[in-house]
């Protein structure tokens, strides 16, 4: 369904394991983040009421997500450390068009979204097999279906939306260099890192 080009290093979830409270505060500031991109799509999209309350719904789940997580940080005795660089989102968003029309940008901004939020399921589908923490598993399981729901979400409206682009191209581009950009991570213990 993700149609990811490469698949997470299992090892990936050792290096979790050896610091969880890191995961968790770098997990917490990436749901605050999708919430706020969230946002950001609608701020510059206005004029589509469907996103707009799409997205409303999704920026709500992404806060409660942030919030969950924060809990069990709380819980566990840790506290949220500073907000961290996803170094990975950042080379993500450089294959995105700067120089094309608003819709281009729209759809292009959608995908973006989209394989963020695939290859958050991907991890989180990961951590739900694998992590010997049985209330993490359980989370992270719970919270794999969600990303796929959102995932669902922004790559249905790019192909809603994107009349005259060929937003199925446009996927397949994105999807060859987020495989080629992933080689760089899974070394240590962030969500996308």
Same mark, same amino acid.
């Given at each position: 369904?993700?149609?990811?080009?490469?698949?997470?290093?299992?090892?990936? #979830?050792?290096?979790?394991?050896?610091?969880?409270?890191?995961?968790?505060?770098?997990?917490?500031?990436?749901?605050?983040?999708?919430?706020?991109?969230?946002?950001?799509?609608?701020?510059?999209?206005?004029?589509?009421?469907?996103? #707009?309350?799409?997205?409303l719904e999704l920026a709500k789940e992404e806060i409660e997500h942030f919030q969950m997580v924060h809990n069990i940080i709380?819980?566990?005795?840790?506290?949220?450390?500073?907000?961290?660089?996803?170094?990975?989102?950042?080379?993500?968003?450089?294959?995105?068009?700067?120089?094309?029309?608003?819709?281009?940008?729209?759809?292009?901004?959608?995908l973006f979204s989209a394989m963020i939020e695939a290859r958050s399921c991907e991890r989180f589908k990961l951590l739900s097999?694998?992590?010997?923490?049985?209330?993490?598993?359980?989370?992270?399981?719970?919270?794999?279906?969600?990303?796929?729901?959102?995932?669902?979400?922004?790559?249905?409206?790019?192909?809603?939306?994107?009349?005259?682009?060929? #937003?199925?191209?446009?996927?397949?581009?994105? #999807?060859?260099?987020?495989?080629?950009?992933?080689?760089?991570?899974?070394?240590?213990?962030?969500?996308?890192?």
């Open positions: 369904m993700l149609h990811l080009k490469l698949e997470t290093d299992p090892r990936w #979830v050792t290096i979790v394991e050896s610091n969880i409270e890191e995961i968790l505060t770098d997990h917490a500031w990436c749901e605050q983040k999708a919430a706020t991109n969230a946002i950001t799509i609608i701020t510059h999209n206005s004029e589509y009421p469907e996103l #707009v309350t799409e997205l709380k819980e566990r005795g840790y506290t949220l450390g500073r907000e961290r660089k996803d170094s990975y989102v950042n080379e993500l968003y450089k294959f995105m068009n700067k120089g094309g029309s608003r819709l281009q940008s729209m759809v292009d901004r959608l097999e694998r992590i010997s923490d049985p209330e993490l598993s359980k989370f992270y399981h719970e919270l794999m279906i969600s990303e796929a729901g959102h995932y669902t979400t922004f790559i249905t409206f790019a192909r809603k939306y994107g009349k005259g682009i060929d #937003v199925d191209a446009r996927w397949k581009e994105l #999807v060859e260099f987020e495989g080629e950009l992933i080689k760089s991570y899974g070394k240590s213990e962030t969500i996308h890192g």
